[in-house]
């Protein structure tokens, strides 16, 4: 089973620091690109970075600056290095990736998710 699990979520203080990271599992052949969504209350999931398998990476404009995506490759995980947080990234976040895998001896190509989880900016 090909799965995304994610971990390092939890309660911070405004300006304070958190590390979400993301490990893809399974039988992986490769991996495209890899991103991280975020959806609060009442709100669409949105994009906040993204990085392809060459390094590239790319930001919601609300978080440049502040937020820092990269990826151990070898590792299979994503990571999302969020620094001066502010009461307005308070969500759930997810890890997304473009993964090709085997099963029953074929390739397969699939954009998975992770579970979730809550990252909450409060005094």
């Known amino acids: 089973q090909v799965q995304l699990v994610e971990s390092g979520g939890g309660l911070v203080q405004p300006g304070g620091s958190l590390r979400l990271s993301c490990a893809a599992s399974?039988?992986?052949?490769?991996?495209?690109?890899m991103g991280w969504y975020r959806q609060s209350p009442g709100k669409q999931r949105e994009l906040v970075a993204a990085?392809?398998?060459?390094?590239?990476?790319t930001y919601t404009d609300s978080v440049k600056g502040r937020f820092t995506i990269s990826r151990d490759n070898a590792k299979n995980t994503v990571y999302l290095q969020m620094n001066s947080l502010k009461p307005e990234d308070t969500a759930v976040y997810y890890c997304?990736?473009?993964?090709?895998?085997?099963?029953?001896?074929?390739?397969?190509?699939?954009?998975?998710w992770g579970q979730g989880t809550q990252v909450t900016v409060s005094s």
């Open positions: 399974g039988n992986i052949f490769s991996i495209n690109a």
């Open positions: 997304n990736a473009d993964v090709t895998y085997t099963r029953d001896g074929r390739f397969r190509k699939s954009g998975l």
């Open positions: 990085i392809t398998s060459g390094g590239s990476t």
